[in-house]
């Protein structure tokens, strides 16, 4: 009988591979694959060869939730019900990668500091494009004035030892770097289900332990390049090395927590991506390297 239905309705539905099955009052209770249907025999009652383990959708899930159970049970399409478990409909795999592209896009767009737009690029306006970029840009530029004031209050250490300053972008570039590469793996991870909230403290000791092996072997390759190749003193070449190796570390711990703190607060993660972070580490950077080269130049 199943079969027969199948035959004389399949051709108006949108997949027949997965068959869901219900009760007189439309209750979802079990389903059964076609597999199933065509190997057992002719006699066998459905209730005998259906699954009961259903994943299953609801009308007032959000969509990023039902792509995500599509990719953790390997799904091809999955039946939605109503609050009282009626069914109403189902979703199939073709539907489900339009929204995760869709997803996708926006946490690209997040990342990089763009206002997400549903509207084609190249049907986009100049003047839409920009009121989807300005707000971030103007937002960053402003925050970068913390950096601007950290350099000025420590302008008599600059005075001191002017050789200092050729050495700020390239610490704020390699810690800037450090927290882009950990936001984009906790953002991504969490993204995909493999790093929750309550992982934060083993998430950040990872994180910290990976930054000290990575700043010490950036220190110690700076620490010779500055000294063999560059000709600049031991003790110059010390406090930007030293420098560097808690920069990377505390960009890498930033860079880590922002994201997790973002989403416990209910926040995109997405929005606390490389641009945010890298504002945030370069002040921070800078307030570490004026401090070290005080303590260690007697500026």
Known sequence: KAMDYIRRTGIDKETVYTCYVIDEQRRLVGQVSLRKLIIAPESTYIRDIMDTNIVSATTTDDQEVVADD???????????????????????IDDIVDVITEENTEDIK????????????????????????????????????????????????????????????????????????????????????????????????????????????????NMLRMVIFSGTSLMISAVVSITLLFA?????????????????????????????ITTIVDAASLLIYFMIATAMLGL
Not at 157 to 185: D, E, K, R, W
Not at 248 to 262: H, K, N
Not at 263 to 275: E, F, N, Q, Y
């Open 248 to 276: 990377i570390v505390l960009a890498a711990s930033v860079g880590c927590l922002l994201p997790m703190g973002a989403k416990r607060l209910g926040l995109d993660p997405a929005v606390m991506a490389s641009p945010m």
């Open 70 to 92: 599509f990719r953790r049970y390997d799904l091809t399409s999955i039946a939605v019900t109503d609050k009282e478990n009626r069914l109403v409909g189902i979703i199939t």
């Open 110 to 221: 997040k990342m990089a500091a763009i206002i997400p737009s549903d509207q084609e690029y190249m049907d986009a306006g100049v003047f839409h494009l920009v009121a989807h970029r300005l707000p971030w840009l103007m937002i960053m530029m402003l925050s970068a004035t913390l950096s601007s004031t950290i350099i000025t209050s420590f302008e008599s250490v600059l005075a001191g030892a002017v050789v200092l300053t050729a050495f700020i972008p390239m610490l704020t570039g390699s810690a800037g770097n450090s927290g882009s590469q950990t936001s984009v793996t906790i953002i991504r991870n969490m993204a995909l289900g493999e790093v929750e909230l309550h992982d934060w403290l083993r998430v950040l000791w990872k994180e910290v332990r990976v930054a000290v092996v990575s700043g010490a072997a950036l220190a110690a390759v």
